[in-house]
């Protein structure tokens, strides 16, 4: 025989209705605290990311991305390296435009081709690379404290703000008149730095602060730059100048030794004349040898042989003049 359970106290009933209810309720909310009925996006938690109030999480710069996975809400972002206008680079798959805000991260290399524009903000930490025959158009603001490199017959024409901590190359390649090129008239801060490589151009009609422009051109690739190089078309790591007169020995075509001089291993070229006077003595040292394919002229001087001289050319004493020889004098030519 069964029993039918005995109802619930009244108490009992009106709690247990309470309770649906509140769940009733639950089930209308979800955790973004927006009720289903005007929640636009009710399987979503929009906490924290909902400025609009709309229960959806908010896209905020519009690339794709929702702000609670974007690895910057406020910017489009470059994630891989390749060319500004592809897509596939940019965080969202969409390429941003002049007036979006734009962030390069650090290890990431960006060719900006053609005309890249930029009314907005770009914040560099990696590389722009801007291609040959392209230009940056910046009338907004770029941070910089990763690299901008300006390859040739590119330019970037600033009319905005550049504030770079990091470094900014200027190049021109083999020839001068295909140099990169910045026109500047806006405002430069910098306290990074700006290389100028053979010849870039650097138009200011605005404003410059901080650190110099600095010429790093090496024009003849022997390691020293030209604006310290003494011979900058003719490879010379040495920087050997004989006569001291600041021209280094390798474009010295009159090379006067005044005082006592020693040499190395040593050629003349044929277009070259060395001549020794004023009591002076040039040393050829031991195991080193003087190979003479232009002139040694000996006025009123010496010259001490330790090593050998190689002369294939002209090798002319005066009567004032004194050769100590204790090595070897080779003569194919001339010796008067």
Known sequence: MRFASPPPPAGAAFVISLLSHFASLLNTLRV???????????????TGFDSDGDGCIDDSEGDGVPDNVDSNPLAFTAITGGNW?????????????????KEILAGVTVIASGLVENSAEIANFGIILVDIEATLDNSGSIANPGVIFLDIQSSLD???NIESSGTIIISSGANTNNSGTINNSGTVSNSGNIFNDCGGVFSDLGTFTGNPVEDVCDTDGDGVLDVVDNCP???????????????????????????????????????QTLSISNNANLLVETSKTLSNLGEILVFDGGITVEGEIKNQNILFFTEDSVVHNNGVIFNNRNCK
């Open 32 to 46: 973004d605290g927006v009720p289903d009925a005007s929640d636009n996006c009710p399987v979503e938690d929009a």
């Open 233 to 271: 078309l003719i490879a010379n790591v040495n920087q050997l100048d004989l006569d001291a007169d600041e021209i280094g020995f390798s474009c010295d075509d009159s090379v006067d030794i005044t005082q006592n001089t020693t040499v190395e291993d040593l050629t003349l070229r044929n277009t």
């Open 85 to 101: 206008f592809d897509s596939a680079i940019w965080e969202g798959g969409i390429v941003p435009s002049a007036s979006d805000d």
């Open 158 to 160: 600033n009319s905005g």
